[in-house]
């Protein structure tokens, strides 16, 4: 019996909005949820009060809820995305500043990036906004009576109790908190492969046999359209076209920092021999380390639609702007990605058709995303960032760059369509459900 209609919790934020939301969750086909930032840019501007900036946690978790969203679209099915981060009250704000704040200041200096991979596994679910997250996700989701789709593990643990959902291991990795509630027969997981099915089913002692789909992962089938527009064979009759990225947290911004220094000569010249298109995310601090490096070099930086420019730069203070500059300039245009093997930008960039180059992982998940894009002979790790611009000349005297290319173009089906089998799988576990 579906639950009566309540005003949202006057601790709340947007309570409007979230009352809203909570309607159309109940009505689509395919619900969504997931936590990755605030999206304030998208609620009337007499209704933001305590909030004192957008925060960003995760533009993978993000973008590949995004992916199903459009997914769904394409399916014909009617679908909603709610992130509850944007309704927390102002008591738990702090919370959120705080965990941002962690976040980034964790990956911005050595020491303490290799005190989180330490601790990442242990820690990550006892994090400020574990508490914050709960009483508008619950709310917004409480008529729901089919099941959801979540893409993040916390998400999904806050909901088993009284929803049906289908959580997205968004990695070819299990991490501990998927496990919590595996026993729950609410709870179905989609997975990357079948290694990781293997591997999710031998950590834990509950039966998953039928609980598991094999899907891929979520890339957004607008960037998998982008690999239509890539032609190894035209590597050799132009510059090279690098895009070089951080991440939703601004990770590896040191190594980042070495590469572009190390192919200033080659953007400097009488005649560029590259094309260098640098992603700053929502970082403030990354947007200026490029405009400095643009003038300390005498580099102009060419509009962000300017496909022909020797060197531009990508920023926004929104991460859905900033996620949508790179499906229309990023993804459709490089044929080299820099970018830490990831769960957003390292699948979204083989599935375009673009070869990777990899900073330095996070943790031991993104350490498996190398692993398998490296087997696929669609990437390879950078060595020594401060001497970038030598492995990348061996590396095209080589004709690297257009193997790369030529392997991410043949990847395997589960690689390209991920988003819409999860959305299948959601569709799949309702029907089932129903019956």
């Known amino acids: 019996m579906p639950r009566p209609h309540l005003p949202a919790p006057k601790q709340l934020s947007f309570r409007h909005s979230l009352h809203h939301e909570r309607h159309l969750m109940e009505q689509v086909d395919v619900p969504i949820v997931t936590v990755s930032s605030t999206f304030l840019e998208a609620f009337p501007r007499s209704e933001i009060r305590h909030h004192s900036q957008e925060i960003v946690l995760s533009r993978a978790h993000y ?10 679209v394409r399916l014909s099915r009617t679908t909603w995305l709610v992130d509850p981060t944007n309704y927390v009250s102002a008591a738990d704000w702090p919370k959120l500043l705080l965990t941002e704040k962690v976040a980034e200041t964790l990956v911005r200096h050595d020491f303490l990036l290799q005190v989180r991979r330490l601790i990442e596994n242990r820690a990550r679910d006892k994090l400020p906004i574990s508490g914050a997250i709960d009483d ?5 989701t409480d008529r729901v009576t089919h099941p959801i789709l979540s893409l993040h593990y916390e998400t999904a643990n806050l909901l088993v109790p009284t929803h049906k959902v289908l959580s997205v291991v968004t990695d070819p990795y299990i991490r501990p908190q998927y496990l919590i509630h595996a026993a729950n027969p609410n709870l179905h ?3 990357f492969d079948q290694a990781t099915k293997k591997e999710l089913i031998s950590k834990t002692s509950a039966d998953l046999t039928s609980k598991i789909y094999v899907t891929g992962p979520p890339v957004d089938p607008r960037i998998v359209d982008c690999r239509r527009s890539k032609r190894p064979t035209t590597l050799t009759t132009r510059p090279l076209r690098l895009g070089l990225t951080t991440g939703g947290t601004g990770t590896n911004k040191p190594e980042i920092e070495a590469i572009l220094d190390s192919l200033a000569p080659r953007l400097t010249g009488r005649t560029a021999t590259l094309q260098l298109l640098c992603y700053a995310g929502t970082h403030p601090d990354f947007k200026t380390m490029f405009i400095n490096f643009a003038r300390r070099h005498q580099v102009t930086i060419g509009a ?11 920023s926004a203070d929104h991460l859905m702007a900033a996620n949508e500059l790179l499906v229309d300039h990023l993804f459709p245009w490089a044929d080299i990605v820099i970018t830490k093997p990831s769960g957003d930008m390292a699948y979204e960039s083989g599935s375009a058709g673009a070869g990777l180059l990899f900073l330095k992982p996070l943790g031991p998940w993104e350490e498996a995303i190398e692993e398998r894009f490296t087997k ?3 990437g390879q790790d950078i060595p020594d960032p401060h001497r970038f611009a030598d492995q990348l000349i061996k590396l095209e005297q080589q004709n690297w760059p257009a193997t790369a290319q030529t392997a991410a173009l043949k990847l395997p089906s589960l690689y390209l369509h991920g988003a819409t089998n999860i959305v299948k799988a959601l569709l799949k576990m309702t029907k089932n459900f129903n019956n």
Do not use: G, T, W
Request: net charge neutral; proline share 6%.
């Open 63 to 72: 973008s590949q809820a995004i992916a199903c969203l459009i997914a769904a």
């Open 136 to 140: 508008p996700l619950l709310y917004v």
């Open 189 to 191: 997981f989609a997975v």
């Open 304 to 314: 962000p639609h300017d496909a022909q420019a020797e060197f531009r730069l990508l």
């Open 376 to 378: 696929l002979k669609i």
